[in-house]
């Protein structure tokens, strides 16, 4: 257990109190706890690198806990209304297409290399910032009219954009494993 790991630990605790936070009205604790957890996202990363303490616990834990986070902070926005449910829909979607893939290549026999593409890191950046902005103006009683429409819109493309970049190397990855299979009857 490295210090990045307790750190990323400690991430997974922060996303029942962030939800609560959220349905009790008390949008500053929410935001605030959102905004720990990226900081601490960042400093278990940058530990994790500078002083070479990656783990493969942590390859699965970091990834998780983000979206953890993510995923029932987006869910409490549709069912606040803050966010159009066609929106969470489409990022709870992605996100079970991605870990159902994953699940079933293990199944099989065929474990997917885990690596994320960059559509996948401006969609996770569209909405962690999608996100902070919902949470800034319940926070803090504003509103950001064309700013928040233009997140939602780029954050609903960068999503199907992000689930189809991985459904097309997923069905690649396992097609290889079909054809390969095929060549060993």
């Known amino acids: 257990m490295t210090i990045p790991n307790i750190i990323t630990l ?3 605790f ?3 109190g962030v939800v609560f936070a959220l349905l009790k009205g008390e949008y500053g604790w929410a935001f605030a706890g959102f905004l720990a957890a990226g900081i601490s996202d960042g400093v278990d990363g940058f530990i994790a690198r500078h002083f070479d303490q990656r783990t493969e616990l942590g390859a699965y834990l970091d990834p998780i806990a983000d979206k953890l986070l993510l995923v029932s ?3 409490v926005f549709g069912y606040m209304m803050e966010l159009p449910l066609w929106l969470v829909i489409a990022v709870v979607s992605r996100d079970a297409l991605i870990v159902g893939g994953v699940l079933l290549a293990n199944v099989m026999g065929h474990p997917v290399a885990m ?3 960059f559509v996948s890191k ?5 909405q962690i910032l999608l996100a902070l902005l919902v949470l800034a103006e ?3 009683g504003y509103s950001s009219g064309a700013v928040r429409i233009a997140l939602i819109v780029a954050t609903g ?4 954009a992000s689930g189809a970049a991985y459904l097309v190397a997923w069905i690649k990855h396992m097609g290889g494993y079909a054809e390969s299979d095929a060549e060993g009857r």
């Not at 401006?122 to 569209?126: D, E, V």
């Open 10 to 12: 400690m991430r997974f």
């Open 14 to 16: 922060l996303v029942p």
């Open 73 to 75: 902070v987006f869910v």
């Open 115 to 117: 690596k994320p593409l």
């Open 122 to 126: 401006a969609n996770t950046l569209a």
């Open 138 to 140: 319940l926070a803090f």
């Open 157 to 160: 493309l960068l999503t199907v």
